[in-house]
């Protein structure tokens, strides 16, 4: 990293923004050798392995949802960013699968909110699965005319639903949280030391083999004391994460299928971005391609379903990232806390609108994922 920051840093200004072209050049295409793997050990000096606490998670709670015993995860911290854990895919042979078909099957689906409906009738957006799964389980046959939706898909959004316009969640954009995703998230987020983190928003992203996703920090949310999750199945991407602010340099660094972000603390609000997507390494594919194993304890992916999400996966990455936007006994402004519903553990399970539409903060992102030639990276 040292050398070629040095080299890409020459001019001196906004390290992030020419750090951010410099590994989403096409042609010469980047040298990735100063990108830490987290999984191989390479580029790896700031990286110090860190232990989670196993007695957070029952072990069968742990399969329940597709994740191995905590004890056996491997989690690191990265020096000189606090708060910041990456845990090399914990999950069981098998169960990423039935996350993927999660993610292209299930979640896409209303209530929830993609970018597709912003421009198409909600009829037309109903099953977004079962109008490109039979397309996509065609054997490829040249270059096809029209994309499928699923194709198409660039974000889907769960819980308070993100407004991208204003940059803020509100009251009355909220549609219950998947319950499957909130109990992996929950565990998760235990296991790293945030016993209670209650799951009320996800952002899912798709990116093709020449998205990215611009420079930006998260920090909509009104409660920041809670950690950012991060998951990626699919084909790999370079991750920088920066500082705290914009233009400081960031750290490279690989996400694989199964790949598992924390970002807490001080590191809760760095800035950080995706400017490349790369082809999985050859292990990381076999793993991801595994469906059928038994090992896991969620429910099997049909052979059908999985030859769709096999064909989109393989030049495709999808990163959920499931965040708490209230604290405790938090509401948005202008709306009575009452009016949060909450279960027996905390959850938040509904919201009675309140006087006002309640937006408020901002979430400094410069944009969604964006494909090749419409990206602007700040
Ligand atoms: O795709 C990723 O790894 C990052 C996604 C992200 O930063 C976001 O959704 O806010
Ligand atoms: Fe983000």
């Not at 998760?188 to 016993?195: L, R």
């Amino acid at each position: 990293m040292a050398k070629m920051a040095a080299s890409v840093l020459d001019g001196g200004e906004d390290a992030f923004r020419k750090i951010f072209k410099f590994y989403k050049r096409r042609d010469p295409p980047p040298d990735l050798r100063n990108v830490t793997d987290f999984c191989s050990g390479a580029a790896g000096e700031k990286v110090v392995p860190v232990k989670l606490n196993p007695a957070a998670v029952r072990d069968e709670d742990a399969a329940s949802v597709g994740l191995k015993p905590v004890r056996d995860w491997r989690a690191f911290s990265l020096q000189g960013y606090p708060g910041f854990i990456f845990i090399s895919n914990p999950f069981l042979r098998g169960s990423q699968a039935c996350w993927v078909r999660r993610c292209l099957k299930t979640y896409p689906q209303k209530p929830n909110v993609c970018n597709l409906d912003m421009h198409m009738s909600p009829s037309d957006t109903q099953d977004i699965w079962a109008s490109s799964a039979e397309v996509l389980r065609l054997p490829p046959s040249g270059k096809r005319q029209t994309k499928t939706l699923l194709e198409k898909l660039r974000w889907v959004t769960l819980g308070f639903h993100y407004n991208w316009d204003t940059k803020t969640y509100s009251a009355h954009r909220f549609t219950p949280f998947p319950t499957d995703l909130h109990a992996l998230s929950f565990r998760i987020t235990a296991a790293c030391g945030f016993p209670g983190f209650s799951s009320e928003a996800a952002i899912l992203n798709y990116y093709r083999s020449d998205s990215s996703l611009g420079i930006h920090v998260d920090e909509s949310e009104l409660d920041h004391s809670w950690p950012l999750l991060s998951l990626s199945f699919g084909q790999s991407a370079i991750f920088l994460l920066g500082g705290p602010r914009k233009q400081d340099p960031p750290t490279a660094m690989f996400m694989h299928s199964g790949d598992v972000m924390v970002m807490s603390g001080p590191s809760r609000l760095l800035y950080h971005a995706v400017p490349r997507i790369v082809p999985a390494p050859l292990e990381r594919a076999a793993v991801l391609e595994d469906f059928s194993s038994a090992s896991s304890l969620l429910e099997p992916v049909p052979e059908e379903d999985w030859a769709v999400c096999s064909r989109y996966i393989q030049s495709s990455r999808v990163n959920v990232t499931v965040r708490q936007v209230l604290g405790p006994g938090q509401s948005f402004p202008e709306t009575s806390p009452a009016s949060v519903q909450r279960d027996d553990e905390g959850r938040t399970v509904g919201y009675h609108d309140g006087s006002g539409d309640g937006d408020r903060g901002k979430r400094k992102r410069s944009c969604s994922v964006s494909d090749s030639a419409e990206t602007k990276e700040t």
